[in-house]
Each structure stands twice: as C-alpha cells, then as structure tokens.
C-alpha cells in the first residue's frame, strides 16, 4: 500500500519546493556590504561670500545600522566620511549626524552608537579663488563603514562617489544665518562609557562621589580649615546669612566646572579626535604616571602660598563668597586635575552641551556639599583632623588610581587588550599594599581598622581571580586548516567552524556568553573546534569565504563524522540554541 497518494505526492514535493525557495531567497537577500549605504546626494547653502555648507545624504537599508563616529566601544569600526573638493576650494570639519543608542538582540544588553534610516553629513566650504555663483563644484566623497543587522555583521567596506553641486549665491544682508554646527540634543550620543553601560543616573551618582572624594586630596584638604575660618568670620548675621553664603561659595565652584563642561562639549572633537593618535594616548598615560610619582612623594605639587593666603582672605559680602568659589578650583587644580581629565574626554565624547554641564554641576555639587555642611557649623567646630598619617595613605590611594588610569589609556597601544585583562589584578595587589604594607594610615585607629578592610577585602579578590572560581573556561579554537578537517573525518569527529572577524560586533559577544557557557564548553570536547579569522580581505579568506557562501559573520558550520555539513548558522548565536544544535550532530 502506498504511504501518499499521488495527489498528496504532489502536494508534499510542491512543500519541499516552497521551503527551500524560500531558503534560497532569504539567503540572496542579505545584501553585499556596499549596497547596505548608498550616497544619495547633497547641496550648498551659502553661509557668506566665499564660504557655504555643503551637505551630503546618505541612507542605509531599513534594517541594518552602522556604527556612528564615536562607536560605544574602541574595538568597533567607526564610520568616516572623506571629502576632497577642487584645489580652490577648502573643506572643514566633517560634522557627523545625531547618533541613535540601540541595544541589538545579540549584545546581551549592551548599548551601541549607531547611524539609521536617511542621516547627513556636513562640513564648512571656503573658497580661496572668487566662485562665480552657479559654477559647478565637484566634490569626491569617500565613506567608510561597517553594516550590521540584528544578528550578523557585514565586512567594513568603502564606498566613493562624486558630486557636483552648484555654488551658491552669497546670503542677503537681511538673510537669516544658517547654522552650520548644530548642537546635539541631548541623548544624541551615549556619553562615553561612564554614561552608557550603567545609564545617567549612576554616571551622575559616580561623579558625585568622585566630588565628595577629591576633598580628601591633599591639595583640597587644607582649604577646608580655611573654609572653616572664613564662614566662621562671617556669622554674624545668623544661619541664614552663612547658608546664603556658603550656596553661593558652592555656586562659584559650580559656575566654574560647568563652564569647562560646555566648552569640552562643545570643542567639535578637540579632545576625542585627538585620542586616535597613539603619540597623544602615550603622552596621557606619561602625565598620569608623572602625577602618580607626584602622590607617592617624589615631588611636591600644589598651589603657590600666596594663592592659599589669596583664597582665604575673608572678604564680606555675598560677592567675595562667589568669588571665593569661583578661585577654589584653582588652588584644587593640582590635585584633581586627573579626575577632571578624564570627565573632560566623556563629555566631549558625547557633543552634548547639556550633559557637559550637567556633568560637571554634579562634580561640583560632590566637592561643595561638605563646604554647606562645614559652614553651618564653623562655630563649634574648632579644629579638623590633623593631615597626617591618614592623608598620606589617601595620596597614595590616589596615586595607584593614576597608574591604573595609565593602564587604561595605553591599552590600545597594547596586543590583545593587555592593560584590561591586567587592571583587575593590579588593582587588588594595589589594594592589598595599601591595607597590609604600606606604613601609613596606622593612626588613628578608626582609620586603621578601615585600612585593614581594604586590605583583607582586596586580598579575597585576588585569590578569586587566581583560583579556578576566578578563571572563566571558553571553547578553544584551532586556526582553520582543510587538512584538520580531512583529518577529523578519518576519525570520524564531528567538526565545529566559526567563521568571525576582529570587527564584528555579535563575534565578542558570543566570546563573552557562548563560547565561556560551561554546558557549551563540555559538548566541544568531541568537535574539532576550528576557527576562520575573516579580519584581513586577501586570496586565501576569499576562497574560504566562496568555498563555504559566508555572507556574513558570524557564521557557524557544524559538520558530521563524514565531513558533511549537517548545519549552518548565520548571526549570533545564544548559548541554548548552539548546545542543541551540537547535540544534533554525531
């Protein structure tokens, strides 16, 4: 008896067939890297006689993204715009559109700076020669980036067009101005990695005690006995005349960081671009070990005497407060300059004017709050404690902080991300001089208890990371080679190929997640597990990539005892999905 009709025969082949149309269809249309953007057109809007903004639209696919100027991490591809105009003619800087925080499914909650849909670039254009208006310019465009979708990340590519565009006419005199720099709104651009990773509201609780702490820095700390005598010169019109002038003492110092935030933001790049360059990287970590060897004694570093005596001058009135606040980030300068580094490059990195400014009013606020507290009470209090022992230990805290921040910034100089893997163990051996070894801090005795906590805590945390409870196992791949894989089908092994590349984004994530899963790591052990590095665009990857179809990465094969192919996928893969799909294979 036959076990279909040949009515239903027809029917089953005519399913057959649909589904692996469909297959082949939903396989040609992941599209090649260099159709992901297209250059779609630009303009010339006159800013002045001899000067114009020149725009240029691109759009990307819908559902695709590319990485924005300022990517969420160092290791992505940034996207670069290029533009080369006629030899009279003079292009600014490329001002980058707002980019869009999105967290794909494959980043595990990660947040990501992206470009999507229709974006433009701009840039000033001068003439050094008389442009007659409507003369034709042409401008060579060049644009680099790297496409990805919610699973799979495409090969960085570059694509190049020309452009001709006519020279406008100078504005009228009664024309409104056009804007050539917009600000970025706020959210635009996540704010370096303080803000994105965690979100606002820890960055802004982080800054806030990192306000809090510089007051125990030694050039901080000494102010606040001057503090004290001078609200409590001031007191004799009652509490609330000392509150009055202790908020505006506080408002000068706010007044003065927050300043220094907007101009960081709105710097067009001055500080981030110029951490591209390897020199400037290498000459922050140099300042930062210098600082270092100024808080571990080697030299002194602090305000001038007379700046002091200048600072805690009592001058009456509401004015000599604000003022006093706005010179006390001077004196301070020494000390916290390092931390104020670092907030500079965040918020410059973000473009925002507003969280620049909100960034550092919140610093300020840290830094401020004692002095309001300080000034309440400035008629009981008689004396601090003495600056002894205890601020030595701090200094030095300080100082292993600054070499740590040393770390951080080289670390992109380094192979394999060296510095990073290293700053946790340094920063527990640090943690453990400072609570066992070090001389200082043994007075007073709260202190020492305090000092001994650290200790004993930074010394758990290191046995963590040495013993196997701190080692986290992963899948170890080997180079791919045909010959391994002919070798594993005489041995009838199953096969594990992971196609990947420095610049995709899903790959680093399923190295964090996938390949350290413990169930994952355990069904490995019967695969030969190959990976192909598709960084590099040369012969030999060009053939692996059209013997296999890699359309894009990641892409995993999972192939059988006989050297089969028994299945592929393509973007990122989760833990569960790929210990099921190995168990599938024999």
């Given at each position: 008896?036959?076990?279909?009709?040949?009515?239903?025969?027809?029917?089953?082949?005519?399913?057959?067939?649909?589904?692996?149309?469909?297959?082949?269809?939903?396989?040609a249309?992941?599209?090649?890297?260099?159709?992901?953007?297209?250059?779609?057109?630009?303009?010339?809007?006159?800013?002045?006689?001899?000067?114009?903004?020149?725009r240029?639209?691109?759009?990307?696919?819908?559902?695709?993204?590319?990485?924005?100027?300022?990517?969420?991490s160092?290791?992505?591809?940034?996207?670069?715009?290029?533009i080369?105009?006629?030899?009279?003619?003079k292009?600014?800087?490329?001002?980058?559109?707002?980019a869009?925080?999105?967290?794909?499914?494959?980043?595990?909650?990660?947040k990501?700076?992206?470009?999507?849909?229709k974006?433009?670039?701009?840039?000033?254009v001068?003439?050094t020669?008389?442009?007659?208006?409507?003369?034709?310019?042409?401008?060579?465009?060049?644009?680099d980036?790297?496409?990805?979708?919610?699973?799979?990340?495409?090969?960085?590519?570059?694509i190049?067009?020309?452009?001709?565009?006519?020279?406008?006419?100078?504005?009228?005199?009664?024309?409104?101005?056009i804007?050539?720099?917009?600000?970025?709104?706020?959210?635009?651009?996540?704010?370096?990695?303080?803000?994105?990773?965690?979100?606002?509201?820890?960055?802004?609780l982080?800054?806030?005690?990192?306000?809090?702490?510089?007051?125990?820095?030694?050039?901080?700390?000494?102010?606040?006995?001057?503090?004290?005598?001078?609200?409590?010169?001031?007191?004799?019109?009652g509490?609330?005349?000392?509150?009055?002038?202790?908020?505006?003492?506080?408002?000068?110092i706010?007044?003065?960081?927050?300043a220094?935030?907007?101009?960081?933001?709105?710097?067009?790049?001055?500080?981030?671009?110029?951490?591209?360059?390897p020199?400037?990287?290498?000459?922050?970590?140099?300042?930062?070990?210098?600082?270092a060897?100024?808080?571990?004694?080697?030299?002194?570093?602090q305000?001038?005497?007379?700046?002091?005596?200048?600072?805690?001058?009592?001058?009456?009135?509401f004015?000599?407060?604000?003022?006093?606040g706005?010179?006390?980030?001077?004196?301070?300068?020494?000390?916290?300059?390092?931390?104020?580094?670092?907030?500079?490059?965040?918020?410059?990195?973000?473009?925002?004017?507003?969280?620049?400014?909100?960034?550092?009013?919140?610093l300020?606020?840290?830094?401020?709050?004692?002095?309001?507290?300080?000034?309440?009470?400035?008629?009981?209090?008689?004396?601090?404690?003495?600056?002894?022992q205890?601020l030595?230990?701090?200094?030095?805290?300080?100082?292993?902080?600054?070499?740590?921040?040393a770390?951080?910034?080289i670390?992109?100089l380094l192979?394999?991300?060296?510095a990073?893997?290293?700053?946790?163990?340094?920063?527990?051996?640090?943690?453990?001089?400072?609570g066992?070894l070090?001389?200082?801090?043994?007075?007073?005795?709260?202190?020492?208890?305090f000092?001994?906590a650290?200790?004993?805590?930074?010394?758990?945390?290191?046995?963590?990371?040495?013993?196997?409870?701190?080692?986290?196992?992963?899948?170890?791949?080997?180079?791919?080679a045909?010959?391994?894989i002919?070798?594993?089908?005489?041995?009838?092994?199953?096969?594990?190929?992971?196609?990947?590349?420095?610049?995709?984004?899903?790959?680093?994530?399923?190295?964090?997640?996938?390949?350290?899963?413990?169930?994952?790591?355990?069904?490995?052990?019967?695969?030969?597990?190959?990976h192909?590095?598709l960084?590099?665009?040369?012969?030999?990857?060009?053939?692996?990539?059209?013997?296999?179809?890699?359309?894009?990465?990641?892409?995993?094969?999972?192939?059988?005892?006989s050297?089969?192919?028994?299945?592929?996928?393509?973007?990122?893969?989760?833990?569960?999905?790929?210990?099921n799909?190995?168990k599938?294979?024999?």
């Amino acid at each position: 008896m036959a076990l279909f009709s040949p009515g239903r025969k027809l029917l089953v082949c005519a399913g057959l067939l649909a589904v692996v149309v469909a297959a082949a269809a939903a396989h040609a249309a992941l599209p090649r890297p260099e159709q992901v953007v297209s250059i779609t057109g630009g303009a010339l809007a006159p800013v002045a006689r001899g000067k114009a903004v020149l725009r240029v639209d691109a759009a990307i696919l819908p559902g695709w993204h590319i990485n924005s100027d300022q990517p969420s991490s160092p290791d992505y591809i940034a996207t670069h715009l290029s533009i080369k105009g006629a030899p009279e003619l003079k292009v600014g800087a490329i001002q980058y559109p707002p980019a869009e925080t999105i967290a794909p499914e494959f980043s595990m909650g990660e947040k990501l700076s992206v470009f999507t849909g229709k974006v433009s670039f701009k840039a000033e254009v001068s003439s050094t020669a008389e442009l007659e208006p409507g003369r034709k310019a042409a401008f060579d465009l060049s644009l680099d980036y790297q496409a990805c979708n919610e699973r799979q990340c495409l090969r960085p590519v570059t694509i190049a067009k020309q452009i001709a565009l006519r020279w406008p006419e100078a504005p009228h005199a009664n024309a409104p101005a056009i804007q050539a720099y917009p600000a970025a709104p706020i959210n635009a651009q996540p704010g370096g990695d303080l803000f994105s990773s965690r979100g606002y509201a820890f960055g802004f609780l982080l800054i806030f005690l990192g306000g809090l702490a510089l007051n125990l820095t030694p050039c901080v700390y000494p102010l606040i006995g001057v503090t004290i005598a001078y609200f409590g010169n001031q007191g004799g019109g009652g509490t609330r005349r000392v509150l009055i002038l202790a908020a505006l003492y506080v408002a000068g110092i706010a007044l003065m960081f927050s300043a220094i935030g907007t101009a960081a933001a709105l710097s067009g790049g001055l500080f981030g671009a110029a951490l591209e360059s390897p020199y400037v990287l290498a000459a922050i970590a140099a300042v930062m070990l210098l600082l270092a060897a100024s808080s571990f004694g080697l030299f002194t570093l602090q305000a001038p005497g007379w700046m002091l005596r200048r600072a805690g001058a009592a001058r009456p009135g509401f004015v000599g407060s604000l003022a006093m606040g706005l010179g006390m980030g001077v004196v301070a300068a020494p000390c916290i300059g390092p931390f104020v580094l670092g907030l500079l490059l965040v918020v410059e990195r973000s473009g925002n004017a507003t969280l620049g400014f909100a960034a550092f009013f919140v610093l300020a606020l840290g830094m401020g709050l004692p002095y309001i507290v300080l000034a309440l009470a400035a008629g009981s209090i008689r004396s601090l404690p003495r600056s002894g022992q205890w601020l030595a230990w701090v200094e030095h805290l300080f100082g292993f902080v600054l070499i740590g921040l040393a770390l951080y910034f080289i670390d992109p100089l380094l192979p394999n991300r060296l510095a990073t893997r290293l700053l946790p163990y340094y920063a527990a051996a640090a943690g453990i001089y400072l609570g066992f070894l070090s001389p200082h801090g043994r007075r007073p005795r709260p202190f020492a208890i305090f000092k001994g906590a650290v200790g004993a805590l930074c010394a758990a945390a290191l046995i963590y990371l040495l013993s196997a409870g701190g080692k986290t196992s992963s899948l170890r791949f080997q180079p791919y080679a045909q010959s391994r894989i002919t070798a594993a089908a005489a041995q009838h092994k199953p096969v594990l190929i992971d196609f990947g590349a420095d610049w995709c984004i899903p790959c680093r994530e399923m190295e964090r997640t996938t390949f350290t899963d413990p169930a994952v790591v355990a069904e490995a052990r019967r695969f030969v597990a190959l990976h192909a590095d598709l960084t590099r665009l040369d012969r030999r990857n060009d053939a692996i990539i059209s013997e296999y179809r890699i359309q894009g990465v990641p892409t995993m094969l999972l192939l059988d005892g006989s050297g089969s192919v028994r299945k592929r996928m393509v973007g990122y893969i989760g833990p569960d999905e790929m210990l099921n799909s190995m168990k599938s294979v024999n």
